[in-house]
T-cell receptor, first 113, second 118 residues
Framework: GESVGLHLPTLSVQEGDNSIINCAYSNSASDYFIWYKQESGKGPQFIIDIRSNMDKRQGQRVTVLLNKTVKHLSLQIAATQPGDSAVYFCAESPEDSSYKLIFGSGTRLLVRP | GAVVSQHPSRVICKSGTSVKIECRSL??????MFWYRQFPKKSLMLMAT?????????EQGVEKDKFLINHASLTLSTLTVTSAHPEDSSFYIC??????????????FGEGSRLTVL
């Protein structure tokens, strides 16, 4: 389930199931989007990116979907593993921003064994 | 892959002292580096863009005299928290943009520096 409020929204999934993490971005002019994974006490780790001229991109076990109409981004993780447990952030790069990234609020993914 | 190193990874200081955090690109040149701040259970907040050989560009609401940024070489940017106070305690993260080579335009993040001000 999900929880909101003072804590990060949390998505709890069973090991082996697929996970879908959602993100709403703010700037309709943003043309580059990235998903990052952050483990406790560490810096963000690149997962997958997508440009605004695409609506879907696949990597190894991960897929990013972009819906520019509603400014929505999602990350799908197939066959979720315990090592996927972390906080996931989407980030957008406003057009002509010289790669400046604006991060979303994040979602904590908990994988139940 | 490209590596960005931050030092120190953890620092504890007394209120009123200044603390310097280094961000180094180890195997690539970075004309642009970014400094972020992250509070517990919160997202990364962009503080400033560090440009090699010129002044940093600060985001709205970030005090430039409080958070001094120097980008003196293509591989090093420093963030100095001046006259630190307990409310400055946070996780500071840098990222560096690879200006050339196979990873042109990609951003690489450091592992972060946790500052605790007593």
């Amino acid at each position: 389930g999900e929880s909101v409020g003072l804590h990060l929204p949390t998505l709890s999934v069973q090991e082996g199931d697929n996970s879908i993490i959602n993100c709403a971005y703010s700037n309709s002019a943003s043309d580059y989007f990235i998903w990052y994974k952050q483990e406790s006490g560490k810096g963000p780790q690149f997962i997958i990116d997508i440009r605004s001229n695409m609506d879907k991109r696949q990597g190894q076990r991960v897929t990013v979907l972009l819906n520019k109409t509603v400014k929505h981004l999602s990350l799908q993780i197939a066959a979720t593993q315990p090592g996927d447990s972390a906080v996931y952030f989407c980030a957008e790069s406003p057009e002509d921003s010289s790669y400046k990234l604006i991060f979303g609020s994040g979602t904590r993914l908990l994988v139940r064994p | 892959g490209a590596v960005v190193s931050q030092h120190p990874s953890r620092v504890i200081c007394k209120s009123g002292t200044s603390v310097k955090i280094e961000c180094r690109s180890l195997d690539f040149q970075a004309t642009t580096m970014f400094w972020y701040r992250q509070f517990p259970k919160k997202s990364l907040m962009l503080m400033a863009t560090s440009n090699e050989g010129s002044k940093a560009t600060y985001e709205q609401g970030v005090e430039k005299d409080k958070f001094l940024i120097n980008h003196a070489s293509l591989t090093l940017s420093t963030l100095t928290v001046t006259s630190a106070h307990p409310e400055d305690s946070s996780f500071y993260i840098c990222s560096a943009r690879d200006a050339g080579g196979a990873n042109t335009g990609e951003l690489f993040f450091g592992e972060g520096s946790r500052l605790t001000v007593l």
